[in-house]
């Protein structure tokens, strides 16, 4: 798992430094980094098919990337939207506790393996790898490994070196302002009658 997150670590090192984005290329990375689909962005951005896949070309060139999770995990890691602006994933403030085996996956899939590489790396058959993602999913409560480890990695169950955290959302607190007796105990405990 080491040597999976070493090779995230470089890729993000050897992207370029994600300067001068215009707000059309900022909006798309917003859209495809928080997991809409193709169509969902188009409808958003109002833009042609076409157009997206020629940005999103455009977006894989200035990172140096090659694939999709790759360029929304290089992205976030330098920050060219802030995490906060990526769907929140997962609705409990913690994440899920993953197995090793899991964990490992996870990592794999963000330093750009394939299923199949992936699969060697871990000693598995693509067969039975592509079966553990599929519960990792489940578990994880996503749609997609691309969904499963941009999650994962912003919501803090994996550790991706450079990628940021969400911050859960505060926890909800009783007020302790309200009256003590709502009348409640009253109810249970009348008090007893005196003389009339």
Same mark, same amino acid.
Request: glycine fraction near 8%.
């Given at each position: 798992?080491?040597?999976?997150?070493?090779?995230?670590?470089?890729?993000?090192?050897?992207?370029?430094?994600?300067?001068?984005?215009?707000?059309?290329?900022?909006?798309?990375?917003?859209?495809?980094?928080?997991?809409?689909?193709?169509?969902?962005?188009?409808a958003q951005l109002h833009i042609a $098919? /076409?157009?997206?896949?020629? @940005?999103?070309?455009?977006?894989?060139? !200035? #990172? =140096? +990337? &090659?694939?999709?999770?790759?360029?929304?995990?290089?992205?976030?890691?330098?920050?060219?939207?802030?995490?906060?602006?990526?769907?929140?994933?997962?609705p409990q403030p913690q994440p899920p506790?993953?197995?090793?085996?899991?964990?490992?996956?996870?990592?794999?899939?963000?330093?750009?393996?394939?299923?199949?590489?992936?699969?060697?790396?871990?000693?598995?058959? $693509? /067969?039975?790898?592509?079966? @553990?993602?599929?519960?990792?999913?489940? !578990? #994880? =409560? +996503? &749609?997609?490994?691309f969904h499963g480890v941009v999650a994962?990695?912003?919501?803090?169950?994996?550790?991706?070196?450079?990628?940021?955290?969400?911050?859960?959302?505060?926890?909800?607190?009783?007020?302790?302002?309200?009256?003590?007796?709502?009348?409640?105990?009253?109810?249970?405990?009348?008090?007893?009658?005196?003389?009339?």
């Amino acid at each position: 798992m080491a040597l999976a997150a070493e090779r995230f670590e470089t890729a993000v090192a050897a992207a370029p430094e994600p300067t001068g984005w215009s707000a059309l290329y900022v909006d798309t990375f917003r859209f495809f980094a928080g997991g809409s689909s193709h169509q969902q962005t188009c409808a958003q951005l109002h833009i042609a $098919p /076409d157009t997206l896949r020629w @940005r999103m070309g455009r977006i894989y060139d !200035r #990172l =140096g +990337v &090659r694939t999709p999770l790759s360029a929304a995990l290089v992205g976030l890691a330098h920050r060219i939207v802030p995490v906060e602006d990526v769907s929140p994933w997962w609705p409990q403030p913690q994440p899920p506790v993953l197995t090793d085996q899991g964990t490992c996956a996870l990592v794999l899939a963000a330093s750009g393996l394939d299923r199949r590489q992936a699969a060697r790396h871990l000693g598995r058959t $693509p /067969d039975a790898h592509a079966y @553990r993602l599929l519960l990792l999913r489940r !578990r #994880l =409560g +996503v &749609r997609s490994l691309f969904h499963g480890v941009v999650a994962a990695a912003i919501n803090g169950a994996i550790d991706l070196p450079g990628v940021p955290r969400r911050q859960p959302p505060p926890s909800s607190v009783e007020d302790d302002s309200l009256p003590s007796d709502t009348g409640r105990e009253r109810l249970l405990h009348p008090a007893p009658e005196g003389p009339r």
